[in-house]
């Protein structure tokens, strides 16, 4: 299993400046996840974070607006730029567990930063 | 990504069973089915995944249909703590697809 822990676990951020938030693993892992999870909706991918090289982005998130850094195996950080109140969210890190044989069986998730642009 | 579909809600009684459905009908032969909950205010956990097979593990069994178009995701004794939005998640066996896609899963209530 995984322990993930995310920094902040909560902000309130005026629209137009910054927020980074900090994702920290108890193990070494290759990838890296970021979801939005958007009042009452479900969550949707964000990007996909590899240690040394650059972060893969979904289709709608670009890396002006969601620059992310990933200097080692245990973590990653999310910035979330130039904020808006459509911004307001909650933003989760995850993590894959190898199964058997390598097989990709489970994904753990962090507890969350929730985020609310004024 | 194969598509799913779930209820948009469901209600149970506390300790009695509960059977959440999910219809995956475009599912490919390389399709595992993965089951993950959140519960209110946390991230989502891993519940349970099969292939073909019904599976068994200490928090909910899963069982498939033989043409593997539906599964059904069974709590044997639903508890307060069971209610969260259970989503039914498809994902290709092998390769370097670890992307999870959620849809909008089931609310489970339970009543005590």
């Known amino acids: 299993s995984a322990v993930i822990s995310q920094k902040p676990s909560r902000d309130i951020c005026q629209r137009g400046t910054s927020l980074t938030i900090q994702c920290q693993v108890d193990?070494?892992?290759?990838?890296m996840f970021w979801y939005r999870q958007q009042p009452g909706q479900s969550l949707t991918l964000i990007a996909t974070a590899n240690q040394g090289s650059e972060a893969t982005y979904e289709s709608g998130f670009v890396i002006d607006k969601f620059p992310i850094s990933r200097p080692n195996l245990t973590f990653s950080t999310l910035t979330v730029s130039n904020m808006s109140p459509e911004d307001s969210s909650i933003y989760l890190c995850?993590?894959?567990?190898?199964?058997?044989?390598?097989?990709?069986?489970?994904?753990?998730f962090g507890p969350g930063t929730r985020l609310t642009v004024t | 990504d194969a598509k799913t579909t779930q209820p948009n809600s469901m209600e149970s009684n506390e300790e009695e069973p509960v059977h959440l459905p999910c219809n995956h009908s475009?599912?490919?032969?390389?399709?595992?089915i993965h089951w993950y909950r959140q519960l209110p205010s946390q991230g989502p956990e891993y519940v349970i995944h099969?292939?073909?097979s019904n599976v068994n593990n200490r928090m909910a069994s899963l069982a498939i249909a033989e043409d593997r178009k539906s599964s059904t995701l069974i709590l044997h004794r639903a508890t307060l703590r069971d209610a969260a939005v259970y989503y039914c998640?498809?994902?290709?066996?092998?390769?370097?697809?670890?992307?999870?896609?959620f849809g909008k899963g089931t609310l489970l209530t339970v009543n005590p």
């Open positions: 193990s070494q892992v290759t990838m």
């Open positions: 995850s993590v894959p567990s190898p199964g058997l044989a390598g097989g990709i069986y489970e994904q753990y």
């Open positions: 998640i498809l994902r290709p066996r092998g390769g370097s697809n670890y992307k999870l896609t």
């Open positions: 099969g292939l073909t």
């Open positions: 475009t599912i490919s032969g390389t399709d595992y």
